[in-house]
């Protein structure tokens, strides 16, 4: 069990370009949750899938953000044509039902949109 | 929508001494559960206790323990016996029952001294 797995784990682009993370949960979770963490403030949901599906996905999630979980392991998160707002640290995180409420984070990856 | 709101941006105690990071939230839900986060430099979150909301119990983990006051909507962690590697960013969490959303404060920065 090596965690969760976030790459990269810094990301530099200019703004109107694409980005696209990746995240590896702890083998077995089958939750797995993005948020973002901007400076000075707590992290903001963005979507939770369960297996393959999605099921929850927040407003702030608008239609240039896009999330994956094709076979239900990894997942991916795709930001189209960055602004600079879209500059946070994107988090990822994974668990088990089994494990009651408690969500297991990565080191989360620092976009930044110039 | 739920908020949480956590009124100390930055506090600090002595080593071995007692620190208590306040966290108030507001909602109309009965069915909901609490949680303290922690984030310390290396940035990955840690969960460190929760609170269902319908048990009047106080929530305990070792030298961490929870004042859960529901009908006044506070939430407040105490830490005993403060020791150094508790220096971290603590965050106050929410979640509805039904929802996967957690919803954040904007944290605590605790700094404990030698």
């Known amino acids: 069990d090596t965690g969760v797995s976030q790459n990269p784990r810094h990301k530099i682009t200019k703004r109107g370009q694409n980005v696209t993370f990746r995240c590896d949960p702890i083998?077995?979770?089958?939750?797995l949750y993005w948020y973002r963490q901007t400076l000075g403030q707590g992290p903001e949901f963005l979507t939770y899938?369960?297996?393959?599906?999605?099921?929850?996905k927040s407003r702030l999630l608008s239609d240039r953000f896009s999330a994956e979980r094709p076979k239900g392991s990894f997942s991916t998160l795709e930001i189209q044509r960055t602004e600079q707002g879209d500059s946070a640290m994107y988090l990822c995180?994974?668990?088990?039902?089994?494990?009651?409420?408690?969500?297991?984070f990565g080191s989360g990856t620092q976009l930044s949109v110039l | 929508a739920q908020t949480v709101t956590q009124s100390q941006p930055e506090m600090s105690v002595q080593e071995a001494e007692t620190v208590t990071l306040s966290c108030t939230y507001d909602?109309?839900?009965?069915?909901?559960?609490l949680f303290w986060y922690k984030q310390p430099p290396s940035r990955q979150m840690i969960l460190v206790i929760r609170?269902?909301?319908?048990?009047?119990q106080n929530a305990t983990e070792n030298r961490f323990s929870v004042n859960f006051q529901k009908a006044a909507k506070s939430f407040s962690l105490k830490i005993s016996d403060s020791q150094l590697g508790d220096t971290a960013m603590y965050f106050c969490?929410?979640?509805?029952?039904?929802?996967?959303?957690?919803?954040f404060g904007k944290g605590t920065k605790l700094t404990v001294n030698p």
């Open positions: 969490a929410f979640r509805q029952g039904g929802s996967e959303k957690l919803v």
């Open positions: 609170q269902e909301a319908y048990k009047q």
């Open positions: 083998s077995e979770h089958n939750r």
């Open positions: 899938f369960q297996n393959e599906a999605q099921l929850e």
């Open positions: 995180a994974s668990s088990l039902p089994e494990l009651g409420e408690k969500l297991f």
């Open positions: 909602t109309s839900e009965n069915n909901y559960y």
